[in-house]
């Protein structure tokens, strides 16, 4: 384990190990991105380094790509590897149905075509990342650029008939411009504080024009390694 690092990076390092250990050589496995993820990419970049494990990493953003590769993990398109092994990712929320809120990072729409490509999804995660109902952490729906405040409207009266708390949108940032994905869209970030019901928002809200992929993932994850600050980590 790295030296000198915080509890909640312990936390995330703790989990990310314990789920790279899932991956054997021979498979094909879809690569999450953010800090949690990241450190699982550093954990199979070691055992590639160190143990000749020998796999096919799928990258579900640039950074993880960038990073893969730079650790010497053999990395290809999804559309190469056509299907996958596991999927290992982290979350932004998830409860006890293992429903998630991902997007944090804004990777969303990558991370979950990878993972629903996947036998099997691994969600790596701090313990503060479990809650009894989603939706404290903004839900992050990726809309294409043309028309996006229309499309922003029509999310905002959508929202007016839907079992949550908060209806307040924005558009994501980079300093002074729209956060851009790396499949060229901008993010709005819902605030809804309490979502009653994920499934029925996620079909709703992709059913509006202009909206690519919300964060919200039903019936996707399998299992989730939950990583505690002092180094204990348990299997869900
Ligand atoms: C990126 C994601 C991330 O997995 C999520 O934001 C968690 O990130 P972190 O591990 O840094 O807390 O969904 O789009």
Not at 37 to 55: P, Q, S, Y
Not at 63 to 89: C, F, M, N, Y
Not at 120 to 125: E, F, G, K, S
Not at 156 to 180: K, S, Y
């Amino acid at each position: 384990m790295p030296a000198e690092l915080s509890p909640i990076e312990k936390a995330k390092f703790v989990s990310a190990k314990r789920a790279s250990d899932f991956v054997e050589t021979g498979m094909r496995v879809g690569l999450g991105t953010g800090s949690t993820a990241a450190w699982m990419v550093r954990c199979l970049g070691e055992r590639v380094k160190n143990d000749g494990l020998k796999i096919k990493g799928v990258p579900t953003s640039s950074r993880t790509a960038a990073l893969a590769q730079s650790l010497g993990i053999e990395v290809v398109t999804l559309d190469e590897a056509k299907w996958l092994d596991l999927t290992i990712d982290g979350a932004d929320e998830y409860d006890a149905d293992l429903s998630l809120i991902k997007g944090g990072g804004g990777a969303h729409l990558q991370e979950k075509v990878v993972a629903t490509a996947s036998d099997r999804m691994i969600v790596i995660a701090d313990a503060a990342k479990k809650v009894d109902t989603l939706g404290a952490f903004p839900l992050p729906l990726e809309v294409i650029p043309f028309g996006w405040q229309t499309t922003k409207t029509l999310v905002e009266e959508t929202l007016v008939g839907m079992d949550v708390l908060g209806r307040t949108t924005a558009l994501r940032m980079n300093g002074d411009a729209p956060f851009v994905t790396d499949e060229g869209n901008h993010i709005l970030d819902l605030h809804l504080e309490r979502i009653g019901n994920p499934r029925q928002l996620s079909l709703v809200m992709n059913q509006i024009p202009g909206v690519v992929e919300n964060g919200l993932f039903i019936d996707i994850c399998d299992v989730v390694v939950v990583g505690h600050g002092d180094g204990r980590v348990e299997v869900t």
